[in-house]
């Protein structure tokens, strides 16, 4: 797997790729990589590399200039991001580029690996009341960001549930909440929610100093990979069809 400490430029990557002949696979980034560095080893005879490009605007781009590059062995593992609330737009619609199904990649790995299962029951009920706290904010900022607004889904939890809460959620003048979203994203929140946020209001729970078994994301991630889920699975075999291996 090649790293790089500095974000690759589209013309970086696309570099790179024209002087292989490997069957490879273009990802995002770290937590990614941490997914697929088992991935890459059990396929490893195959001559299969993974390359982390540093960001999903990079790898969206070397994806819209893939024709660019003579290697026909190539295939794009991203993030849905804010398409997972409407559809794929049909340039991305493709065998040679594979969507996580929920929000993100640690969306997918939170559903295979059922994270909320390490909650104690009492941590389960604060849980419960961070999360409700946090979609009654996510959703008006998602309805606003979806409508074109200035307006960002990715403030830390600990922002958003602390004493500014309320402004957080205030309305603009005739501006309606909107209850029907929100209780969308309730219902389906481990798909739906951005999964590094979702991460971190989990680990306001898991990550307690005072917990006898503490836990991070990448040990959550880690063990959702060895755990052989569905959906990250469904992804692995899209991925190795489409190249040819396996």
Same mark, same amino acid.
């Given at each position: 797997?090649?790293?790089?400490?500095?974000?690759?430029?589209?013309?970086? !990557?696309?570099?790179?790729?024209?002087?292989? /002949?490997?069957?490879?696979? +273009?990802?995002?980034? @770290?937590? #990614? %990589?941490? &997914?697929?560095?088992?991935?890459?080893?059990e396929n490893s005879l195959t001559g299969l590399s993974v390359?982390?490009?540093?960001?999903?605007?990079?790898?969206?781009? !070397?994806?819209?200039?893939?024709?660019?590059? /003579?290697?026909?062995?190539? +295939?794009?593992?991203? @993030?849905? #991001? %804010?398409? &997972?609330?409407?559809?794929?737009?049909?340039?991305?619609?493709?065998?040679?580029?594979?969507?996580?199904?929920?929000?993100?990649?640690?969306?997918?790995?939170?559903?295979?690996?059922?994270?909320?299962?390490?909650?104690?029951?009492?941590?389960?009920?604060?849980?419960?009341? #961070?999360?409700?706290?946090?979609?009654?904010?996510?959703?008006?900022?998602?309805?606003?960001?979806?409508?074109?607004?200035?307006?960002?889904?990715?403030?830390?939890?600990?922002?958003?549930?602390?004493?500014?809460?309320?402004?957080?959620?205030?309305?603009?003048?005739?501006?309606?909440?909107?209850?029907?979203?929100?209780?969308?994203?309730?219902?389906?929140?481990?798909?739906?929610?951005?999964?590094?946020?979702?991460?971190?209001?989990?680990?306001?729970?898991?990550?307690?100093?005072?917990?006898?078994?503490?836990?991070?994301?990448?040990?959550?991630?880690?063990?959702?990979?060895?755990?052989?889920?569905?959906?990250?699975?469904?992804?692995?075999?899209?991925?190795?069809?489409?190249?040819?291996?396996?």
């Amino acid at each position: 797997m090649t790293r790089s400490h500095v974000n690759l430029t589209p013309d970086d !990557v696309i570099a790179l790729l024209k002087r292989s /002949q490997l069957p490879t696979v +273009v990802i995002e980034g @770290d937590l #990614d %990589a941490l &997914v697929f560095r088992s991935f890459e080893e059990e396929n490893s005879l195959t001559g299969l590399s993974v390359l982390p490009v540093g960001g999903r605007t990079c790898l969206l781009e !070397v994806f819209s200039r893939r024709d660019e590059i /003579q290697n026909g062995r190539l +295939v794009f593992f991203a @993030d849905r #991001d %804010a398409w &997972v609330y409407s559809q794929l737009p049909d340039a991305y619609v493709s065998s040679s580029i594979v969507f996580t199904d929920g929000y993100s990649i640690e969306n997918d790995a939170y559903r295979d690996g059922n994270f909320e299962q390490y909650l104690y029951a009492s941590e389960k009920s604060a849980f419960s009341g #961070d999360l409700e706290r946090f979609v009654e904010w996510y959703a008006l900022a998602l309805e606003r960001m979806l409508g074109g607004e200035e307006s960002s889904i990715s403030l830390n939890p600990h922002h958003v549930l602390g004493p500014q809460h309320s402004d957080l959620v205030s309305l603009k003048d005739g501006e309606e909440y909107p209850q029907q979203l929100k209780s969308i994203i309730v219902a389906d929140h481990s798909r739906l929610i951005r999964g590094k946020s979702l991460l971190k209001l989990l680990l306001l729970q898991l990550g307690k100093s005072s917990r006898a078994a503490r836990h991070s994301a990448e040990a959550l991630m880690e063990v959702a990979v060895n755990g052989n889920g569905p959906l990250l699975q469904d992804a692995f075999t899209r991925i190795k069809a489409e190249l040819g291996v396996g």
